[in-house]
């Protein structure tokens, strides 16, 4: 008689150990007391709602800066489980991108006597994963990086329409998530990183660097604010690329983003903070809505520092298509 519930109480029992374990699963300190509570006070009925609370915001929604508001997006990275793909800069693919004065000189020496069309395509894929998750305090999060930017000349059929610049640039950074206030704004997430970006070729066109970072993202109603500053790597004049690309691309990054329900606003600069002899960059994008995550595109860009190859030469652009991630 007694050894036909044996399988009962087996099953009772796995499923006490599961909503146990899914209890011991939260990371919140009262709602993981709360879920001890319940599952004492009501049994095994409540191990569902336990399952329920351990699923995070970044599994019940998909990405999206234009609905999440701060807390939802230090959620969304802070909940993200370890080698799950996770968007990280824009992806976009611009098919109609103007560059009033293309660098001739540069494709010169990948393809003597050829011309540039000043009409190509622009494109960006740009991903991160997480390598360990809350190494420190529950805080702390390891990512892998990658952004790859091309400039394809895909109307230049004289030239059999090449690449003619395409950037690589891995990183591996530290994440910590906060909620500090400075100045009217939200410290929300600090990434210090180690970025490696090059081109990918070699001889007279190969261009180069390695930077540490961080980049500190502040936010206030619906204004996003990163400021990031970097340090170069010194290098030895025999492998040194591009020894003053510091002149031209400035010492950091430093991105304004504003967000009106679905359409976005960003300003992107990037100065050498020299009186005698200023340069830098400004990237101008607007985007809004067209269908789902997909929105349509406009990028302006005015100054040097686009891509590697034309770090030294004055880039004057505008460029239209999709975004399909937004900018962080």
Not at 93 to 103: A, D, F, V
Not at 137 to 145: C, E, P, S, V, Y
Not at 195 to 203: F, L, V
Request: charged share 25%; proline share 4%; net charge negative.
């Amino acid at each position: 008689m007694t050894n036909k519930y044996i399988p009962c109480w087996i099953f009772l029992y796995l499923l006490s150990f599961q909503a146990h374990s899914s209890c011991a699963d939260i990371k919140v300190d009262h709602q993981r007391l709360e879920c001890y509570d319940q599952l004492s006070k009501g049994g095994l009925e409540l191990s569902d709602n336990a399952d329920q609370s351990v699923t995070s915001k970044s599994e019940a929604k998909a990405f999206n800066l234009t609905t999440m508001d701060s807390s939802e997006i230090v959620s969304y990275f802070n909940d993200r489980k370890v080698f799950q793909l996770t968007p990280h800069y824009p992806n976009y693919i611009l098919p109609l991108s103007y560059n009033e004065r293309p660098n001739e000189e540069a494709f010169e020496e990948f393809a003597p006597g050829a011309e540039l069309d000043r009409f190509e395509v622009k494109f960006q894929i740009s991903g991160r994963l997480k390598l360990l998750d809350d190494i420190y305090r529950d805080n702390w999060d390891i990512w892998f990086g990658y952004t790859q930017t091309a400039w394809w000349q895909l109307y230049n059929s004289d030239e059999s329409a090449p690449f003619r610049e395409t950037n690589y640039s891995p990183e591996i950074f530290a994440s910590y998530y906060s909620d500090v206030d400075i100045l009217g704004f939200k410290l929300v997430m600090t990434d210090i990183g180690l970025i490696h970006q090059s081109n990918g070729r070699s001889e007279l066109l190969s261009r180069s660097w390695n930077r540490l970072y961080a980049n500190f993202q502040f936010t206030r109603d619906d204004f996003y604010l990163s400021i990031q500053p970097w340090y170069r790597i010194p290098e030895s004049d025999e492998d040194d690329d591009n020894p003053n690309i510091e002149d031209y691309m400035g010492y950091g990054n430093y991105r304004l983003t504003y967000k009106d329900e679905g359409t976005l606003y960003s300003l992107l600069l990037r100065n050498n903070l020299k009186f005698d002899d200023n340069k830098g960059g400004i990237e101008l994008s607007l985007a809004f809505p067209v269908y789902d995550i997909v929105k349509l595109y406009l990028q302006y860009y005015n100054g040097y520092g686009e891509s590697l190859i034309d770090y030294d030469h004055y880039v004057n652009r505008i460029s239209l298509g999709i975004l399909i991630y937004e900018w962080l």
